[in-house]
Each structure stands twice: as C-alpha cells, then as structure tokens.
C-alpha cells in the first residue's frame, strides 16, 4: 500500500513534471488541497493513484492552423485540444480563442472540466480547446476561413461518442456554425458534434442562457440554503459576454440589483442599476454589433464607464466575476470584504486567485467554484447531446426545470460533501463531490 500522499511532495512533482505551466498548477493545487485528507482516508484511492492519474490528461494535441485574411496575407496560429479524462463519459469541452491560449490554460480548463461534469450527474468526460486567435477586429470571413482551417485538423480527433466540444471565449454561435459546417463537410455525417448550436441544425433551448442562468439558479440555492435574502440586494458582474449577460438577465428578472458590468476595456455602473432597456441595448452592442461595454455609457445617462479598472471596488452583497482566470485578486477580495460582500459565485472557470479564496473563505463568506456554480451551460450541452441521440428536442420549459434541477442537485452535493461543523465549505463540497464519481469509475476499469 502507498504512504499517505503529503500535499507538499505530490504539489512539487506536479511542479516538476509540469513546469512553466502556472494556471494548470494553480487548479490542481486547489482541487489537491481538498482532496488529498479525503484520499489518504480512502486506501483504495491511495492504492489506485488516482490523483497522480488525474493531473496526467489522457492526451494533448497541437497543430498549426494557417488561414488567409482578406487580403490574402497568411497567418499561423497553434490550435489545441486536451482530452482530459473520458471515464464517465465522452471528452466534453469548450473551444477558447484568445491570444492568451496556451496549454497550461487550456490543461486547467480541462481539468476543471473533470470535476464540473462530474458534478452534473450527466455522462460527460472532460476535455477542452481552442487556438491563440483572436477573433476581436476580424470579418466575418476571415473567422470563418480560421473556423474551417481549424476545423480541417480538429475533425480526426472528435465525434459524437468520442470528443464533443462547445463554445468560451470568443467562440459563439458564429463560430460554432463555421465548425460544424465543416465538420459535416468533411465527414459526410449530420452528427451532434459540437454543441451551442443553432436551433434549425441540432441545437438546444436554453443552451444560450444556460451558464449564466444557472449561476444566478446556484447563488439563489446557497442564499436560501443559508437563510439569506437577495431581492433589492446589490450585485457586481464582471465581463459582458455568453455567461455575464445571462447571469445578469436572470438576476434582474429575480429582483437582484446589478450594479456593474465589463470588458477588457473597463467597467460600467449602473448607478440606479441595470434596467431591461440596458440589457437590451447591451446584447445589440456585444452580441451584433460585437462592440464595447464603454458603449452604453455613451448611450444612458445614468451609467458611468470606468476605464481601466474592475468592478470589484463598489459596494455590494453578492459578486459574479463572469470574465476569465485570475480576474479577482487578494487584494479585491479584501476589498469586497470590507464592504459586506455576502456571496461570491465564480461564473468564470477560476476567476479568483488562490489568495482571493482563501480569504473569502477565512472570512466565511458563501463563496461557490466555478465547478460547481457555472455548470450550468455544459450540463444544457449534455441534454442537447441526448436530444440529438434521440433525434427530439425538448422545450424552453422542460430545459430551463431540467437546468434549475441540476443546479440545486449540485448545490446539495456540494453541501453533503463540505459540511463542517458550524458552515458549508462549497470548494471542498464541489471538489471532493466531483472526484467521487469520476475516480470510482477509474477504479473499476483497473490500471490505465
Ligand atoms: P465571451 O467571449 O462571450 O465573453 C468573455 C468576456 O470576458 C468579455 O466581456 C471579455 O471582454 C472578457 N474577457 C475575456 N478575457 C479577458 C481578459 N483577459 N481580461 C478582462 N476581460 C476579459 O466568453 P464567455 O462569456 O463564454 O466566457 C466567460 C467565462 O466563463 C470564461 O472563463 C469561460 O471559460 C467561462 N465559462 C463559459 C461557459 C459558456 O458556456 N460559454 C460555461 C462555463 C464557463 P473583451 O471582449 O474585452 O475581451
Ligand atoms: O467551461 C465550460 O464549461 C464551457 N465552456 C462549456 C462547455 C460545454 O461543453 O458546453
């Protein structure tokens, strides 16, 4: 039998083996915190390594991606996809394309994709993707020249039961149908693929929303769990893209006041909070015309833009960073301390810094990871892969009860899981709830 894992020593051969890779090790380093007392009371999963086998993804691919803008000059970008782990399920995974893509980011993605599709009780395994393109200031054309370039390599690798990717970051509707067009091209075959499709070809209700709903649905079941209030409360969001805007949505229609959204460019208050006249004008301006957050304060008198910083200095109960990794710092999280932060759900994958969490959870603030807060649009994207099995769809209805269902069955097994004495540690909940299903599977399946 092998000694019980220390933190520190398994910590650093993850370091070694996987240097200059600082986001992957910032994401294992949290999950292993949690993990590694649970493990060491559990000899099986000492005896199987099943941690050791976790940090390894099954594979890592990267190719070139050259494609032509419209003025016929050529550009090389580097695609990627990490297929993670696929014991309970098919890789599942977004698509991310930002200059900033890099393997350590698209590794912690997909490990992170592990435990949040655990979470979802549906049969999903874990991988993610994407290319350092960026598809800010390009035509249409030219995305769609990339998306098929891409696309052209990605397709040996993906299908229907093997790997099935999505959207993040700056890969939407648009993107998603350059990809499957050319994905049924080059296969022949009308097969649910990829998902966050459009609804004539396959895609699912709700899938839009899901992300961003379904945070909005975790914050309301920590509150009610906890005996918290939230109508007339103030809220922040940060970001304005597929998960701010949802989130932002659904907390207007729940009576929440949303204080803030923003960009890379900087932040926008809401100084009587947002109204639906805003959030209309926002989803034409982000969305369509795929301009800049600055924009509606161009627009509305009562809104403020504030260029170059982050939303996280005004006052408010609850926090929804819905932007990137590493967006609310130490420092922030202080910050917000100070001003009566209530509750703070992580809308993006691993917004917050180690530093950030460990405060926020110091100060016992209601604080939800990602994993578990922001399953909401990958676990849409599951029922849509059952829908295209089945050849049926489901409605708005039936969708948005299925979404609300998981989320609080995630919240429940995040307070089964990190319940202490006098309060619910939600990362440890979601981390340990998330490794459960997925390391007895590859307990069963033996050594691989
Ligand atoms: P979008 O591309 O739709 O929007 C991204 C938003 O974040 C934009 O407002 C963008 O601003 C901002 N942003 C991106 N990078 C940075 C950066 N380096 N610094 C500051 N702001 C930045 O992406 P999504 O809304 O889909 O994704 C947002 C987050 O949610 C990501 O962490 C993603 O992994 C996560 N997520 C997404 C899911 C989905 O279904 N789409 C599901 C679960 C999690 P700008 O336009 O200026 O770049
Ligand atoms: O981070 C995520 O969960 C996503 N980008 C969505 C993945 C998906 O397959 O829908």
């Known amino acids: 039998m092998p000694k019980p894992l220390q933190l520190d020593t398994f910590l650093n051969s993850v370091r070694q083996r996987n240097p200059h890779e600082p986001e992957f090790l910032q994401a294992v380093e949290e999950v292993a915190e949690s993990l590694i007392p649970f493990i ?21 691919l990267s190719f070139r991606v050259a494609w032509e803008d419209d003025h016929g000059d050529i550009h090389v970008n580097r695609g990627y996809r990490v297929q993670f782990n696929n014991s309970i399920g098919p890789y599942k995974g977004g698509l991310r394309f930002h200059p900033s893509v890099n393997l350590s980011v698209l590794k912690f993605l997909g490990f992170e994709q592990t435990f949040k599709n655990s979470l979802t009780d549906l049969p999903m395994g874990a991988g993610k993707g994407g290319a350092d393109f960026n598809p800010k200031g390009k035509s249409d054309r030219e ?8 696309m052209s390599e990605l397709f040996h690798y993906i299908g229907e039961n093997v790997d099935v990717p999505a959207g993040d970051i700056g890969v939407g509707g648009r993107e998603i149908a350059y990809l499957f067009g050319q994905y049924k091209r080059l296969t022949h075959e009308f097969a649910g693929v990829l998902t966050g499709k459009a609804l004539e070809y396959g895609g699912s209700l709700v899938r839009l929303e899901a992300t961003g709903y ?11 769990f906890n005996g918290r209030e939230y ?9 304005s893209g597929n998960v701010a805007i949802y989130a932002a949505e659904k907390a207007l229609q729940l009576g929440i006041r949303v204080l803030t959204l923003s960009d890379s460019s900087g932040y926008v208050l809401f100084r009587k909070g947002l109204s639906e006249e805003h959030l209309a004008y926002i989803k034409q301006i982000k969305t369509v015309q795929r301009g800049r957050i600055s924009e509606v304060a161009e627009k509305f008198s009562d809104v403020e833009f504030f260029p170059g910083q982050k939303p996280w200095q005004v006052p408010a109960e609850f926090a929804l960073p819905c932007a990137t990794q590493n967006e609310l710092d130490a420092d922030d999280a202080e910050t917000l301390i100070a001003n009566g932060i209530e509750a703070v759900c992580e809308g993006a994958n691993m917004p917050c810094t180690k530093g950030a969490v460990d405060r926020f959870i110091a100060a016992r603030v209601l604080y939800a990871p990602g994993k578990a807060s922001n399953a909401g649009g990958v676990a849409v994207s599951g029922l849509e892969m059952s829908q295209n099995s089945q050849r049926l769809s489901w409605s708005r209805e039936e969708l948005d009860n299925m979404l609300r269902d998981i989320m609080r069955k995630i919240h429940d097994k995040c307070v089964r899981y990190g319940k202490e004495d006098d309060w619910v540690n939600y990362l440890k909940g979601a981390n340990i709830a998330g490794f459960v299903k997925v390391v007895d599977a590859m307990v069963a399946f033996g050594v691989m």
């Open 40 to 60: 060491n009371q559990h000899p099986k999963y000492l005896e199987y390594r099943v941690l050791e086998r976790m940090c390894e993804p099954d594979r890592s």
């Open 214 to 224: 379904g945070v909005v649905y975790f914050l309301q079941n920590m509150l009610l």
């Open 143 to 150: 995305v769609m020249r990339f998306c098929q370039a891409f």
């Open 231 to 239: 109508k007339g409360k103030r809220c922040l969001i940060s970001g």
